[in-house]
């Protein structure tokens, strides 16, 4: 998930403050030190996240665009200048640009907005452009929310009393509210001062940029393991009380299955998972791994001289045309597999299926999947030329039958029609009549069109009495039995108005 850096470099961030009481620094000064302190922390635990570097004031200037050196996103701090006032309009205006540009509008991003709560006065002010909302036309509109995914963090240089005192934290709400909703308002706690900034930074990685550490399972083998980026919770629509779901730090794969059966599933999010080298014998002693211990773990692992199961994994996936499935967490399961990257890198990935038991219709229920040893024939056949998927399904679904559709009068006249032009033919097209019938009647209920069954009813009672003395006499007892119905279907009838319900030929006691 990418990162804009959105920095304030007006002037009001030069108001001084003192540190520790014996030390004057600026405000300016005191968010380059928890930039700082963010950078470096990602380039320790984030190394693969892409960063750009914005500074603002009544306009903006992209000083570093998206990268993963973040050598050169501290050096451009270090060269940050001063300018006028402040305009976050603007500035926002230039995140939507620079973005798009860079990823387009699916990608989710994360906006990092560091700045001292002083949005200026007048025209171009944070305060103005809100309440000037509702007089905007569509040439000049809010550039909130983003037109993509976005999070928004506001890590403020100043106290929440410092805030409240004016409206400046009822404008950073709004703007939260703007956005989303999907962030955060940072504060400094107590005195301006280098400790109380990072603090605040802390608190800001502890939620957005903490890597997440897993194990990942498989019988007896095991490997730990960062699934980047941070798998984000779910919520799941349908329940009553919905809960996020989270990803469990206990990754448990529970069978292994064909590219070809799982074919290209539906997906919420996909993410590397990368192993991660433990120097067990330290934790095993007690004490915490030293320097040299962790710089000889980590030249084993580079060297390829520790063994680790998440490598066997990647290899075999990749060697043998398999996706394995794995548990995340009660009734939520995702797929493990090789991708390539170019011809000569490939990745272990992670994609996350939808929350519940049953996430791939054409696999069915994954807690009822089973190994083929355990079949009492291989479902493949001996030269692998069929699939047992996808499962047939016991309820037919409605998208694979016949929908009927009325957009035009002479549709729905035409199948009015055909029920008539079969009842003249009574009994020999009784099968086709009431086949006819039934689909009529069927999506007259599932319309709520009740007028049509009444008027079908009326019309097959009227050719009831234009019947010929010639007609056979079953054809009388089918057209009155056919209007009896459809009439109870009209008038609301809970046994006869069923959607599953079916008219069936009258039995008689007639021969032709």
């Not at 984000?232 to 009553?240: A, N, S």
């Not at 399961?333 to 170019?342: E, I, K, R, T, V």
């Not at 009155?480 to 069923?498: R, T, V, W």
Request: charged share 20%; net charge negative.
């Amino acid at each position: 998930m990418p990162t804009v850096v959105l920095m304030d470099v007006s002037l009001s961030m030069t108001r001084p403050v003192w540190s520790d009481g014996v030390e004057e620094i600026q405000r300016k000064s005191l968010a380059v030190h928890g930039l700082s302190m963010l950078f470096e922390h990602m380039a320790t635990n984030y190394r693969l996240e892409f960063t750009s570097l914005v500074a603002f004031s009544s306009n903006h200037e992209l000083m570093v665009p998206f990268t993963r050196d973040y050598n050169a996103l501290q050096e451009a701090l270090s060269v940050l200048q001063d300018y006028d006032k402040t305009c976050l309009e603007s500035a926002l205006h230039g995140v939507n640009t620079i973005v798009q540009h860079e990823w387009g509008s699916s990608c989710p991003c994360q906006v990092v907005l560091v700045t001292d709560g002083s949005f200026g006065i007048g025209k171009g002010s944070l305060r103005h452009s809100l309440h000037t909302l509702k007089q905007r036309g569509d040439d000049k509109k809010f550039p909130l929310p983003f037109p993509f995914p976005a999070k928004l963090f506001i890590m403020c240089v100043a106290n929440a009393e410092e805030l409240q005192l004016s409206d400046a934290m009822d404008n950073l709400e709004e703007l939260l509210r703007l956005s989303g909703g999907d962030g955060q308002i940072f504060t400094m706690e107590g005195p301006l001062c280098l400790k109380s900034v990072q603090a605040m930074f802390g608190r800001l990685i502890d939620q957005a940029y903490s890597p997440f550490h897993a194990t990942l399972h498989c019988g007896n083998l095991s490997s730990d393991v960062q699934v980047f980026p941070r798998p984000e919770p779910v919520v799941v629509d349908e329940e009553v009380d919905p809960l996020p779901k989270t990803v469990s730090t206990d990754l448990e794969i529970v069978g292994f299955i064909e590219i070809g059966d799982i074919s290209s599933p539906p997906v919420t999010s996909r993410h590397l998972v990368l192993p991660i080298a433990v120097n067990k014998e330290a934790d095993d002693v007690g004490a915490g791994p030293t320097e040299e211990a962790e710089e000889e773990a980590s030249a084993s692992q580079m060297a390829g001289k520790s063994p680790n199961f998440c490598v066997l994994l990647h290899g075999s996936l990749k060697v043998e045309g398999m996706v394995a499935l794995v548990q995340l967490g009660p009734e939520w399961y995702g797929m493990l597999y090789s991708q390539a990257d170019s011809k000569k890198k490939s990745n272990l990935m992670m994609s996350l299926f939808e929350p519940g038991p049953e996430p791939l219709p054409w696999l069915g229920k994954v807690s009822q999947l089973g190994p083929i040893s355990e079949a009492a024939e291989n479902p493949y056949g001996e030269d692998d030329s069929k699939s047992p998927f996808p499962l047939q399904l016991q309820v037919k679904r409605s998208y694979a039958q016949n929908v009927t559709v009325w957009i035009k009068a002479s549709g729905l006249q035409t199948d009015v029609q055909k029920i008539l032009r079969n009842a003249r033919k009574l009994p020999e097209k009784t099968q086709t009549f009431y086949k006819e019938l039934n689909r009529l009647r069927k999506a007259a209920l599932a319309f709520g069109f009740w007028e049509l069954l009444k008027g079908v009813a009326d019309l097959l009672e009227r050719e009831c009495t234009l019947l010929p003395d010639s007609a056979h006499p079953d054809a009388a007892f089918q057209l009155s039995h056919a209007a009896k119905q459809l009439k109870l279907a009209s008038n609301g009838d809970s046994l006869y108005a069923a959607f599953d319900h079916n008219i069936a030929p009258m039995h008689t006691d007639f021969s032709s």
